[in-house]
């Protein structure tokens, strides 16, 4: 055999090999294919090709696997067990760009399914090779190991602590500097995972200097990276009052207040929930919030949204009413409770509903001025039906019982509590009498109202236990009335009238 002959022979093994690679990828992005991959021993037949002398085969096979285990737990599984991960970890610092990149998305693959394939990256080194990858020139090699960085910090607070202590944050804070708009979003939204699981990590972000980069981007005009920014923020100021605050000195407000107005959804939900997130801390952040407008565009918002785009406005604003009978005086003068009405009429899931009794509770229970503006927006009934209806998830029941009884402790209006003194359950009935037995004693135009709607009538219908907390505010309120009219009014009264007709003799 000539030597031209044993060169084409070499060179077509390469051409097979890349052939046979290339397809492999190929064949990976379509879910159908993957079983029968997988049948075939697919691989196997990768992972000597992961050491191939040429890097194009090398670069191939790594995409083919990452797109298998990709695909489920146990592909990825099945990439553990096959002993590839230790190979690609150290290759990564020997390889050219588009190897580290291959070679990150096949870590990232792995990682994203569950805490324990994350812990196998980690276990191989992985996490401290990808972190040297934060170093690299290419942003595309950047961006490919800040993804699977993000895949194995938003697990658990463990998996995070790994990713801090291999030194990844000051680089990803250094990535949000970078011109490229795909490198910024990864670095956004992996500090955002490291962030979300305790204080200790979001002080760590923080002590890098994050938040001052974070807060520079507010305005960005690229909504997907303006979602990861709110999502990090949001994440560093749940955790305690003076991270918190120092997004607030970040002068992030009143600037996030004008992204409610933002095209995207997901940026005016992520800015509703950074909100939220700040106001539940205390009252004096609560107020910052509400004097620079944001309260108001939270109400608007909520008439523009819908379904869980909702859920972290209508929890704002039971926070903000939370704290004291001045803020929740000041969701009710911002028309924020109809909004909540109008918003429980509208929606359908169980938790958000919840949510929304939550908050209507929190608004009602200061004061009676405060219970009124609930009742007037015929949300006692509301709440009752809520709490009575069978198909009412346990939350849902339990929040509307809390809120209605909350409310009922304050409310003075009458008008909207005698809708209550029919078909109610005892141990609400107890709290709409007690507060009928409260106003009556003191309201001549009340007790003639109470006549003439009826409601005097259905309170001798009322049967309580003698002795029983309801007897004694019935019988306060029936003290209020001559008694001819409460004999009038009670049961049977119309038969013992006709038994004396029928007695009676004309003189």
């Known amino acids: ?75 990825a599984e099945a990439v ?3 002993d590839i991960l230790p190979q690609l970890v150290l ?11 291959a070679a990150a998305f096949v870590l990232r693959a792995v990682a994203r399914h569950t805490p324990e394939l994350a812990q196998a990256v980690l276990a191989c080194g992985g996490v401290d090779a990808l972190v040297l990858c934060l170093e690299e020139f290419d942003p595309g090699v950047k961006e490919a190991a800040a993804w699977a960085l993000n895949y194995i910090a938003r697990h658990d607070a463990q998996l ?17 500097l970078e011109p490229e708009m795909a490198l910024k979003r990864i670095a956004a939204s992996t500090l955002s995972d490291i962030c979300k699981h305790s204080p200790e990590l979001a002080q760590t972000v ?14 960005s005009p690229d909504a997907k990276l303006k979602r990861q920014v709110f999502s990090a923020l949001s994440q560093i100021s749940k955790h305690s009052v003076s991270l918190a605050e120092m997004v607030i000195e970040a002068e992030v407000f009143p600037a996030a207040v004008s992204c409610l107005k933002d095209p995207d959804e997901y940026v005016r939900k992520n800015v509703t929930t950074l909100m939220r997130e700040v106001v539940k801390h205390t009252p004096e952040l609560s107020q910052v919030i509400v004097n620079c407008g944001g309260m108001a565009a939270v109400i608007d918002f909520l008439g523009e949204s819908s379904g869980n785009l909702r859920l972290p406005g209508i929890m704002m604003l039971g926070y903000v009413a939370a704290h004291s009978e001045n803020l929740a005086m000041a969701v009710i003068l911002s028309k924020g409770v109809p909004q909540l ?13 919840a949510a929304i009794a939550w908050s ?40 509307s019982k809390k809120a209605l009884k909350s409310i009922l402790q304050k409310c003075t209006y009458l008008p909207g509590l005698e809708p209550l003194l029919y078909d109610v359950p005892s141990n609400i009935l107890k709290h709409v009498v007690c507060q009928f037995s409260k106003v009556l004693p003191h309201d001549s135009k009340a007790r003639r109202l ?26 306060n309120i029936n003290s209020c009335f001559p008694e001819e009219i409460v004999r009038y009014y009670s049961p049977g009264y119309s038969e013992v009238l006709l038994e004396r007709l029928e007695r009676y003799q004309p003189a």
């Open 91 to 101: 290759s990564l610092a020997s390889q050219n760009r588009f190897y580290k990149k």
């Open 206 to 219: 923080v002590d890098n200097g994050a938040i001052a980069h974070l807060a520079q981007m507010i305005l």
């Open 360 to 399: 209507i509770g929190q608004i009602g229970h200061h004061s009676p001025e405060h219970a009124k503006a609930v009742a007037t927006s015929n949300l006692l009934s509301k709440l009752l039906e809520l709490y009575m209806e069978a198909s009412s998830s346990e939350d849902l029941q339990a929040k």
């Open 450 to 475: 109470f006549v003439t709607s009826g409601g005097l009538k259905k309170l001798q219908e009322i049967e309580a236990e003698p002795g029983s907390p309801l007897q004694d505010h019935i019988n």
């Open 80 to 82: 553990v067990r096959e």
């Open 1 to 75: 055999m000539s030597q031209r002959q044993i060169i084409q022979v070499f060179e077509q093994y390469q051409k097979s090999r890349m052939q046979f690679v290339q397809t492999v990828a190929d064949l990976a992005v379509r879910p159908q294919n993957i079983d029968m991959l997988q049948n075939a021993g697919v691989m196997t037949l990768l992972r000597p090709l992961m050491l191939d002398g040429v890097s194009g085969i090398q670069q191939t096979a790594a995409l083919a696997l990452g797109r298998l285990a990709d695909h489920s737990d146990s592909l």
């Open 341 to 353: 009405a109008l918003c429980m009429s509208e929606e359908h899931e169980h938790h958000i509903k």
């Open 160 to 176: 995070s602590q790994s990713v801090v202590d291999a030194g990844a944050v000051p680089l990803l804070v250094l990535c949000l």
